[in-house]
């Protein structure tokens, strides 16, 4: 018998992304802060799945990372980064 995995929460999967896109582009929780307008302990807690980001942040982040917002929600998009 296998064991399945179950699958990430959308907060898991949004966190995930983000903190792998922020280090593929080689910036800091603090430089992605400034250029989303939030600071960082906000995309700390995010990243740490910590916080129920607004849909307003979520559009915010993905600006500061040359995303879009469905692009962060994409389930392949950090093992991509990843080189998987």
Do not use: C, W
């Not at 960082?40 to 980001?53: D, G, L």
């Amino acid at each position: 018998m296998t064991k399945r995995h179950a699958e990430p929460t959308t907060r898991e999967l949004f966190a995930r992304n983000v903190r792998a896109l922020r280090r593929a582009k080689e910036i800091s929780q603090e430089e992605l802060a400034e250029l989303a307008g939030l600071s960082r302990t906000y995309v700390s807690s995010v990243e740490r799945e910590q916080r129920n980001i607004s849909i307003d942040n979520i559009g915010k982040l993905a600006a500061a990372l040359g995303t879009t917002p469905m692009a962060l929600l994409d389930p392949d998009l950090a093992s991509r980064l990843r080189g998987e």
